[in-house]
């Protein structure tokens, strides 16, 4: 039952009176950088589980949205799941597909949930809600009824993406969904078990006041069981290592309206939260 937070770049445990700096309250057994927690995720939630961090020596603080960095600041991986929602894929005219269609966002893309976001000269770039996995184990060879075990926790993602540059060339995913601020990521991390039904969240997108997107990751066409078994069946999945789940219908690129400068992205999903983007001209 664990909420962790990358405030100002230092891990800290979201409890009912408020923050609590891990690596104080942990008398610096863990570190205050949160991407390495995840090497040592089991232990961890031990020491989270025991209780042993509600000092009244060490108090709660309370903490505003922008100290709001991302639960995975460095992953070594980020990978992306296209086309895995059916209305989805039915709006870019796609075939449901039969495989796994795996991309990556490069890890520098990643930011926290509240950034500015820059836009891209002459570009398309357009709005794409996702459940985000963060790996709490390698992952390599795992079955999909073993895969949440492996599973940190999850988050709420925008997968920004660059319609002009991900289909020229043939397909550019990666590149198209990997400008800077492009895979912002937050606001916390939930553990699984805090969720009543992990498998069955409902997610949406708004911009501005204008809902784009709504749906539930139960429509996913590979759920994120099935997502981990595919991915580790042949590349071994690291903790904190990220995916992008994949989006439900509404994107930009089906509708002709594109994101401009002054916009406000704003995705959200059941039991997780909220995070919020700005777009910024060129
Ligand atoms: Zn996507």
């Not at 795992?142 to 999850?154: I, K, N, Y």
Request: charged residues 25%; aromatic residues 8%.
């Amino acid at each position: 039952m664990t909420r962790i937070a990358n405030l100002l770049g230092r891990a800290a445990l979201l409890t009912e009176e408020g923050a609590v700096d891990i690596e104080r309250a942990s008398d610096g057994r863990f570190a205050s950088d949160v991407q390495a927690l995840y090497e040592r995720w089991e232990e961890f939630l031990d020491w989270a589980g025991e209780g042993s961090h509600t000092s009244a020596e060490l108090p709660a603080f309370e903490f505003q949205q922008t100290d709001l960095l991302s639960p995975a600041p460095r992953p070594t991986q980020v990978f992306g799941i296209g086309l895995n929602y059916k209305d989805h894929a039915e709006e870019t005219g796609a075939a449901l597909p039969e495989r796994l269609a795996v991309f990556t966002k490069y890890p520098t893309c990643i930011t926290g949930g509240f950034e500015e976001v820059c836009l891209v000269e002459e570009g398309e770039v357009d709005w794409e809600v996702e459940l985000v996995v963060v790996m709490g184990r390698r992952a390599h060879r795992v079955a999909d009824w073993e895969a949440w075990s492996h599973v940190a926790g999850l988050c709420v993602g925008t997968d920004f993406s660059e319609r002009r540059l991900q289909y020229a060339a043939g397909r550019q995913f990666s590149l198209g969904k990997s400008y800077p601020g492009f895979g912002p990521m937050g606001p916390w991390l939930v553990t699984p078990d805090e969720l009543t039904a992990p498998d069955d969240l409902a997610l949406s997108c708004l911009v501005n006041d204008e809902v784009m997107q709504s749906g539930r990751t139960a429509e996913m066409i590979f759920p994120v069981p099935r997502i981990i078994e595919e991915i580790s069946a042949v590349v071994p999945l690291l903790p904190g290592d990220v995916i992008f789940t994949g989006t439900p219908a509404g994107v930009g690129r089906a509708r002709g309206r594109y994101l401009r400068a002054g916009d406000t992205v704003t995705c959200s999903i059941e039991g997780i939260g909220s995070i919020v983007s700005q777009m910024i001209a060129p």
